[in-house]
T-cell receptor
């Protein structure tokens, strides 16, 4: 059974800092890995999708890397802004059926 | 593109009643949809995988007779919580898979269910 751990559980930084969110998973036989953002009381917004054959994906100020063999992924956020405040979830997908396992998330607060 | 909607966004019902939640992919066809529930300050737990035209596959511990899932078309899946009880109060979120092979999930905005 896949287990996903996200560290840290919470993070508070001043605006403008670069930061790294970590995700580790126990079963490296994944098909892909997605990073999501969730605002309080809202659904999930897909940020980045990394296929198992890829090492990283970039979108704007976000960069996600994947090391499948070691069971790790990181989400790098550059020049953080207060609008980045949210909970960030990673979800490795284990099968072609698309089933994903979610970590508990990292709650990020960016202070102006 | 890749928009998923849910209706209703929130619902309050009395214990013992049934509640239906709709999940629609607005601008793409989704052969597979997923239903999750999320308790406060916890992560998402997959309840079931819904495939168009076939029976849903439920995760271990999820009562299929209590959480009825129907995926009648490529753009609509419904979750019916039957004989709801206060412990069923939760945030229910659906997702739809873009298309075979690409495997990216797009999530709906969620439905907040409160059972009195």
């Amino acid at each position: 059974k896949q287990e996903v751990t996200q560290i840290p559980a919470a993070l508070s930084v001043p605006e403008g800092e670069n930061l790294v969110l970590n995700c580790s998973f126990t079963d490296s036989a994944i098909y892909n890995l997605q990073w999501f953002r969730q605002d309080p009381g809202k659904g999930l917004t897909s940020l980045l999708l990394i296929q198992s054959s890829q090492r990283e994906q970039t979108s704007g100020r976000l960069n996600a890397s994947l090391d499948k063999s070691s069971g790790r992924s990181t989400l790098y956020i550059a020049a953080s802004q207060p609008g980045d405040s949210a909970t960030y979830l990673c979800a490795p997908g284990n099968t072609n059926a698309g089933k994903s396992t979610f970590g508990d998330g990292t709650t990020l607060t960016v202070k102006p | 593109g890749a928009v998923v909607s849910q209706h209703p966004s929130w619902v309050i019902c009395k214990s013992g009643t049934s509640v239906k939640i709709e999940c629609r992919s607005l601008d793409f066809q989704a052969t597979t949809m997923f239903w999750y529930r999320q308790f406060p300050k916890q992560s998402l737990m997959l309840m079931a995988t819904s495939n168009e035209g076939s029976k849903a596959t439920y995760e271990q511990g999820v009562e299929k007779d209590k959480f009825l899932i129907n995926h009648a078309s490529l753009t609509l899946s419904t979750l019916t919580v039957t004989s709801a009880h206060p412990e069923d109060s939760s945030f229910y979120i659906c997702s739809a898979r873009w298309w075979e092979g690409y495997n990216e999930q797009f999530f709906g905005p969620g439905t907040r269910l409160t059972v009195l």
